[in-house]
């Protein structure tokens, strides 16, 4: 399986950005998706997920802010994020459930 996540940058603090994910190598149809982020200094920590049938969930510190979406014709998990803050300054990650190999992240990087 092979995991490239998209669209990172640099973003002011209550702006947007949407990350993009291709997964290739699975039955991306039957997985449910993760996202994930790690800060400078940090562990990686859980952002969202999206089963095969479209339930999701977040954390608490993006809920509300954060939405995850996915579209199986293109093997693509997003991650719309909304209302920015610094704290969300992070590499993002995605995976699948079962987790496979890591893939590159993304940068996201929100200035005050």
Do not use: H
Request: proline share 4%.
């Amino acid at each position: 399986v092979q995991l490239q996540a998209s669209g990172g940058g640099l973003v002011q603090a209550g702006g947007s950005l949407r990350l993009s994910c291709v997964v290739s190598g699975s039955i991306f149809s039957f997985n449910a998706m993760d996202w994930y982020r790690q800060a400078p200094g940090k562990q990686r920590e859980w952002v969202a997920r999206i089963s095969s049938s479209g339930i999701t969930g977040y954390a608490p510190s993006v809920k509300d802010r954060f939405t995850i979406s996915r579209d199986n014709a293109n093997i693509t998990v997003y991650l719309q994020m909304s209302r920015l803050k610094p704290e969300d300054t992070a590499v993002y990650y995605c995976n699948t459930i079962p987790q496979s190999t890591w893939g590159q992240g993304t940068l996201v990087t929100v200035s005050s």
